[in-house]
T-cell receptor, first 116, second 115 residues
């Protein structure tokens, strides 16, 4: 069974540009979460989708957005990139509404975004 | 807001020895879950162990066990018989139904395993 796939693995952008990151969850998983990881702030929750609906959003500006498609694949978009958006963006999936119900959360290897 | 604190930025252990990683958290919730995740150089977060707050018994997974002290809001991870493959960043995380399945992570502890 394939794991959580994130593309691309690495991305270099310049300030002001926008970027779209993709996440394909494990087959059959309906919940997808996104996290930002930086050396300074650590891991921070961005948002979570279940069956195409955003159920929860972290404390990030509106430049950060996401969506989930009917096949559970998810994308996140960052518009008007800033230097501080440089980070590892991790996607995670689970089979049900959330791992707190006993289901395991599986993470991808992330997309490393560098903003110059 | 719930906070998770890992006070040890780096730890070192010799192969076959035991090491304990510390984690404290702050919450006013009664229903919550605690986790330890491992992040090797591949960057993929891997669940090591989880603990439900309502369970008094400490969770164990093979060589990994936790010491969950609910009143003290402490959740330490013990790794027994350390192996070279245990070298990684370890993150303590907190989640609660009232936080909508979002995990709050500590800043991590880098574990070095020496031969």
């Amino acid at each position: 069974k394939a794991g959580v796939t994130q593309t691309p693995r690495y991305l270099i952008k310049t300030r002001g540009q926008q970027v779209t990151l993709s996440c394909s969850p494990i087959s059959g998983h309906r919940s997808v979460s996104w996290y930002q990881q930086t050396p300074g702030q650590g891991l921070q929750f961005l948002f979570e989708y279940f069956s195409e609906t955003q159920r929860n959003k972290g404390n990030f500006p509106g430049r950060f957005s996401g969506r989930q498609f009917s096949n559970s694949r998810s994308e996140m978009n960052v518009s008007t990139l800033e230097l501080g958006d440089s980070a590892l963006y991790l996607c995670a999936s689970s089979s049900g509404p959330g791992q707190l119900d006993g289901e395991k959360l599986f993470f991808g290897s992330g997309t490393q975004l560098s903003v110059l | 807001a719930q906070t998770v604190t890992q006070s040890q930025p780096e730890m070192s252990v010799q192969e076959a020895e035991t090491v304990t990683l510390s984690c404290t958290y702050d919450t006013s919730e009664s229903d919550y879950y605690l986790f330890w995740y491992k992040q090797p150089p591949s960057r993929q977060m891997i669940l090591v162990i989880r603990q439900e707050a309502y369970k008094q018994q400490n969770a164990t997974e093979n060589r990994f066990s936790v010491n969950f002290q609910k009143a003290a809001k402490s959740f330490s991870l013990k790794i027994s018989d350390s192996q070279l493959g245990d070298a990684a960043m370890y993150f303590c995380a907190y989640g609660a139904p009232n936080s909508g399945y979002a995990l709050n992570f500590g800043k991590g502890t880098s574990l070095l395993v020496t031969p």
